[in-house]
């Protein structure tokens, strides 16, 4: 049975996209890993192939710029995503690339990404490594399946090898619901009891509240952060005007400070709905300036979670603290697991369902637990907020995370909080359809889907642009 933790699913990361940035920059990483320091210090040459999804949307999602910076040894998570252009810039002009800090090998990013529509058989999202050693062709194929996770050609799936099985081994949100009723414990004690074997409870709580962090730190940095996104498009960044009408043009010194004028404040229903938006287009719209973000589960829907979170300590719990924050991303990830296992993480496979859907399914379910729900109606609330995305097609215009994609990260929160209140209200005894059922309609929905609104930009809004108002 796969086995996923907490800090798979919920990764920090570099923007746009998870399955088209992240993923191929890890994937690069981890081909030098695998070469070893000795073929490295041989290394005489070394190309990228890109394929299908990653050719026919690469360039607005960054990947050749992603493979670049993988290769140069950068660490998504600490490296300074200020410094980017800077150190493309360097590589594109001196037409090199210097690995593991030492070998230096010629690279044209020209010339040495080469973007192929064709798809290969196993996932939308492929890559090849090409690499010269002693004159003899060595060649790694990698998927990016969604999510961050990177699979390599063969293997059997994406997830890391973890030497510990789980206490309350999960493939099925049946079995989560079992272990439930039969150990009288709530979600996120479940998936807490799984995590002590991977690592200490400090541990747990340190890099729960570390992603926490950067997820209040990208709400926070879009929220004053003005101007336009880049790209071509020239999609103005809202969320900061919008935060202004909302909190008025007061600086604060830190997002802390920021955090409590906000929760300080008396706000109706209309205004809520703002500031949820605006938390939502907030992150995403770093996310789409290659900003650092946390994959939740994607980089796409990056913004789903954090706004659903910060929705409920700054409006409905403002007393609440890390406790409430570990248990709701506890039960979010456990959720987006279930989908990862059954169904699908990237829009490459099964459309903006796949992202979009699934996390709002996984913050209806973290908040449902916080408002008091019971086991059984936090999967009511992840299957009530999916129902309502599934058939959501990918069609980013000009390959590019913004249009649509970061005004769906406030209908994906909105419908989450929305999918926990009607699960509150919602008789168990009278649920006609469960979340398993919802995750395997939703594959079944990705596989039934037209592969032009599979995030190829070939279908929908993406040719939009082309049209002729009448």
């Known amino acids: 049975m796969e086995k996923i933790s907490v800090f798979d699913m919920l990764k920090i990361g570099v923007g746009p996209s998870s399955s088209h940035t992240l993923g191929p920059w890890l994937a690069a990483i981890r081909f030098l890993d695998e070469l070893g320091a000795n073929r490295i210090g041989a290394l005489e040459k070394i190309s990228v192939h890109l394929y299908g999804s990653l050719a026919l949307t690469g360039k607005g999602h960054a990947t050749d710029l992603a493979v670049t910076l993988g290769l140069a040894g950068l660490d998504p998570v600490r490296f300074p995503v200020a410094e980017i252009d800077q150190v493309v810039g360097k590589i594109k ?19 040495d990404i080469v973007f192929h529509n064709e798809f290969l058989p196993f996932h939308a999202n492929a890559l090849r490594f090409e690499a010269t050693i002693d004159n003899r062709l060595l060649t790694e194929t990698y998927y990016s399946v969604g999510g961050g996770f990177v699979q390599k050609d063969g293997e059997a799936d994406a997830s890391p090898v973890l030497r510990e099985e789980f206490p309350f081994p999960i493939e099925k949100a049946s079995q989560l619901l079992g272990y439930c009723t039969r150990e009288g414990k709530q979600i996120s004690d479940i998936v807490w009891a799984n995590e002590l074997t991977l690592r200490t409870e400090e541990a747990i709580r340190e890099g729960l509240w570390d992603i926490w962090e950067v997820m209040q730190d990208s709400i926070y940095s879009g929220c004053h952060t003005g101007g336009e996104l880049p790209g071509g498009l020239r999609v103005k960044r809202r969320a900061s005007e919008m935060h202004s009408r909302l909190l008025g043009k007061d600086q604060y010194g830190d997002s802390e400070t920021w955090l409590a ?16 938006s605006c938390f939502a287009l907030a992150v995403n719209e770093v996310n789409a300036a290659m900003g650092r973000v946390v994959t939740a589960p994607t980089n796409g829907s990056a913004g789903v979670i954090p706004a659903v979170l910060l929705y409920y300590l700054a409006f409905v719990h403002k007393s609440a603290g890390k406790e409430e924050v570990i248990r709701f991303l506890l039960v979010a990830s456990e959720i987006g697991s279930i989908f990862k296992k059954n169904a699908t993480l990237s829009a490459a496979m099964g459309g903006c369902q796949a ?17 008091g729900g019971s086991p059984g109606q936090v999967l009511t609330a992840a299957e009530i907020a999916m129902e309502h995305h599934l058939g959501l097609t990918c069609d980013p215009i000009s390959g590019l995370v913004q249009v649509p994609c970061i005004e769906r990260n406030t209908m ?13 209200e919602t008789s168990l005894e009278h649920t006609k359809v469960s979340l398993d059922k919802v995750v395997r309609t939703m594959w079944e929905t990705a596989r039934d889907m037209n592969g032009k609104y599979k995030e190829t930009s070939e279908g929908g809004l993406a040719l939009s642009v082309n049209w002729v108002d009448c």
Do not use: Y
């Open 93 to 111: 002009e001196e037409k090199r690339l210097i690995l593991s800090g030492a070998h230096v090998v010629p690279f044209d990013m020209a010339t």
């Open 412 to 424: 994906g929160a909105i419908k989450a909080i929305n999918a926990a209140e009607l699960a509150l």
């Open 355 to 371: 992202e979009i859907g699934v996390s709002s399914a996984m913050a209806a379910a973290g908040l449902c637990e916080l408002l």
């Open 261 to 276: 004028a906000i929760r300080a404040l008396d706000v109706d229903f209309r205004s809520m709905l703002k500031w949820v």
